[in-house]
C-alpha cells in the first residue's frame, strides 16, 4: 500500500497507445508496460507494523506452536467472519486435507471440475476419489442438478467451491447433502469476507476452508484456515493440526503438522487491518474495468452482486466465439504487453494428471466446465494494474475490431 501511494501511476503506468496492429507488442512493438503486471500480486499492509511484529516474535522465542499471534489471528479471523472457530493452518491444502479426514470422508466426493487442482488433490491424496460435477456456465460454480446426477452408493460428500469469491449455492447443495446423507464443506479460499444471502462465508456447511496464500485477497504470505461452528470438529483438527496433541506429552490422535508459524500470523494481522483498503482498490479497479471495456463487443466482464459483498480479487472476462480474436491470442496479446493475463482453471481438474487417467472420458459430462474454461482469462487487479486499465481495454477493443 505504501509504494502505490507514493507513485499513483507506479509501474502500471503504459507507454504506449495501441490504435493498429502494428502498436501490437506480439508483433514486434514495445511491450506497453515497462514491469509484468501480475494476476495475484500481493496485498501488503502496513510495513513497519509487521517488521514490529516479527520483533516482538524475535524478542519472545516464540516462534510457532500456536503463540500468541496465531491465537489473536484466529480471534480475528473468527470475529470477522462470525464463526465460532477459526483453526489456523500452515496453508489452504493441508486446511482442506484436516478439513477432509476430521469429517471422515471416504470413497467418493463430489467436486467442481473448475477450481483449483488443490480441491481435488486434498481428496486424491487421502485415497478418496474426487468426481467432477459440472459447473453452470453463467455462475462458473456448481450446477446443483449435475451434483445430483454424480451421486453414487460410495458417495460421502460434497466439496462447494465460492469461486471468484461468488458463493456457490449454498442452501440447494445443502439440500441435497440432507436428502442423501453426505457431509457438505465449502472450499472458500477465494471468498474471505464474501456473504450469501445476508450471512458471512465461513458459516455454511460443517465447515469451510481459507487460504491466506499470497496471491489471495488476505494473505499471510502462506497460510489456511478451518473455519467452522461445530465445536466437537473443531477440537478435533486442532488435534490433527498438532500431531495429535493434547498437553506435552499425551497424544490423543493421530494428526499432522499443519501449524501457521508465527510470522505468517504476524502478516495476517497486519493485512487484516487493511483488508478494508485492499477490496476498496479492487473495487475501484473492477469498475474501471467495467466502464473501459464497455461497448467491445464479445468479450464480457463477469459481474459481482453487490448484496454479497464481493472481494473483487479476480477480474475475468469471458470472450465469446465470435470475437475477432480467440481467447488464446487475447491471452499472448496481453502476455506480450506484460498483462499476465491467467486461464484459471484452464483446462479443468479432470484434463490434468491424475484425473484425466482417471476419467478419460468426463469431458462428455462436463459441457459447461468445458466452455467455461474455453472462454475465460483473468486480469490482474490490486495494486497491479492502476494506471492501465485504458491501455488494457484499448488493446481488448483493438483485437476485437481486427484480431492479432
Ligand atoms: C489457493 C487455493 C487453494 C489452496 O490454498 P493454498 O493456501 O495455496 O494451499 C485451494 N482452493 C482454491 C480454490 C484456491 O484458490
Request: glycine share 8%; aromatic share 8%.
Amino acid at each position: 500500500m505504501q509504494k502505490a501511494a507514493s507513485h499513483p501511476e507506479g509501474p502500471s503506468a503504459a507507454r504506449k497507445i495501441i490504435r493498429s496492429r502494428a502498436d501490437l507488442a506480439i508483433n514486434g512493438a514495445p511491450p506497453a508496460f515497462a514491469e509484468p503486471l501480475h494476476v495475484g500480486r500481493p496485498n501488503i499492509g502496513d510495513h513497519n507494523a509487521f517488521l514490529q511484529r516479527v520483533n516482538r516474535i524475535l524478542d519472545s522465542h516464540r516462534l510457532t506452536n500456536n503463540g500468541p499471534m496465531v491465537q489473536e489471528f484466529e480471534r480475528r479471523i473468527a470475529a470477522h467472519l462470525g464463526v465460532k472457530h477459526c483453526i489456523a493452518m500452515c496453508n489452504g491444502t493441508i486446511a482442506l486435507e484436516i478439513a477432509i479426514r476430521a469429517l471422515k470422508l471416504e470413497g467418493e466426493v463430489i467436486v467442481p471440475s473448475w477450481t483449483f487442482i488443490a480441491t481435488a488433490h486434498a481428496l486424491y491424496w487421502q485415497g478418496i476419489t474426487p468426481v467432477f460435477a459440472d459447473i453452470d456456465p453463467v455462475t462458473h460454480n456448481l450446477d446443483p442438478d449435475a451434483v445430483r446426477r454424480m451421486i453414487t452408493p460410495r458417495t460421502t460428500g460434497i466439496i462447494g467451491v465460492h469461486l471468484w469469491g461468488r458463493p456457490a449455492p449454498v442452501d440447494e447443495l445443502q439440500a441435497i447433502a440432507d436428502e442423501h446423507g453426505l457431509k457438505l464443506m465449502f472450499d472458500a479460499a477465494h471468498a474471505f469476507g464474501c456473504s450469501y444471502r445476508g450471512r458471512t462465508i465461513g458459516n455454511f456447511g460443517a465447515c469451510e476452508v481459507l487460504s491466506f496464500h499470497a496471491t489471495k485477497v488476505l494473505n499471510s504470505m502462506e497460510g489456511g484456515a478451518v473455519v467452522t461452528n461445530d465445536d466437537e470438529l473443531a477440537e478435533t483438527m486442532r488435534l490433527m493440526r498438532n500431531f495429535g496433541f493434547s498437553g506435552y506429552d499425551n497424544v490423543i490422535h493421530p494428526g499432522t503438522n499443519g501449524k501457521m508459524p508465527e510470522v505468517n500470523a504476524a502478516m495476517g494481522l497486519v493485512n487484516l487491518d487493511a483488508l478494508p483498503q485492499f477490496i476498496a482498490v479492487n473495487r475501484q479497479n473492477y469498475h474501471a474495468y467495467v466502464e473501459a471495456f464497455a461497448g467491445i463487443d464479445g468479450l464480457t466482464l463477469l459481474e459481482y452482486d453487490e448484496a454479497s459483498t464481493p472481494n473483487y480479487q479476480y477480474v475475468v472476462i469471458e470472450v465469446s466465439p465470435d470475437f475477432q480474436a480467440t481467447r488464446d491470442e487475447v491471452v499472448a496479446a496481453l502476455q506480450a504487453e506484460n498483462v499476465l493475463a491467467r486461464k484459471y482453471f484452464w483446462p479443468g481438474c479432470h484434463r490434468m494428471r491424475p484425473y484425466r487417467e482417471l476419467f478419460p472420458h468426463a469431458g462428455l459430462i462436463l459441457p459447461g466446465t468445458l466452455e467455461v474454461a474455453s472462454r475465460i482469462a483473468v486480469l490482474p487487479n490490486g495494486g497491479a494494474p492502476a494506471g492501465g486499465i485504458k491501455t488494457i481495454a484499448g488493446l481488448a477493443r483493438m483485437l476485437g475490431e481486427s484480431g492479432v
